[in-house]
């Protein structure tokens, strides 16, 4: 049975960093393909960064050079770095694993950008 956890949303100051987590247990695999989501309220899900198998990521525009996707040595955590939050980044946010020839999604992770 796979397991995803997100974890390391909170609240931060304009300006500051937080970095969240997507965990995975259970999969027969690792090294998953993962996107990171996010909601705010009244928007729509938009997908903010990805990484392939192969290590390839890929960044919406409206937070390419703040944020950085990447996973550990043993593929099977991923996180998102995420520095210089603004409050338009005020989010759930929604890890989504690619694990075999399922998709599992994350409980999703408030972020709350305010001074």
């Known amino acids: 049975q796979v397991q995803v956890v997100e974890s390391g949303g909170g609240s931060v100051q304009p300006g500051g960093s937080l970095r969240l987590s997507c965990a995975a247990s259970g999969t027969d695999s690792s090294n998953f393909p993962v996107n990171w989501y996010r909601q705010a309220p009244g928007k729509q899900l938009e997908l903010v960064a990805s990484i392939t198998g192969t290590g390839f990521t890929n960044y919406a525009d409206s937070v390419k050079g703040r944020f950085t996707i990447f996973r550990d040595s043993y593929g099977t955590a991923v996180s998102l770095q995420m520095n210089g939050l603004n409050p338009e980044d005020t989010a759930v946010y929604y890890c989504?694993?690619?694990?075999?020839?399922?998709?599992?999604w994350g409980q999703g992770t408030q972020v709350t950008v305010s001074s």
């Open positions: 989504y694993v690619f694990s075999g020839l399922r998709q599992y």
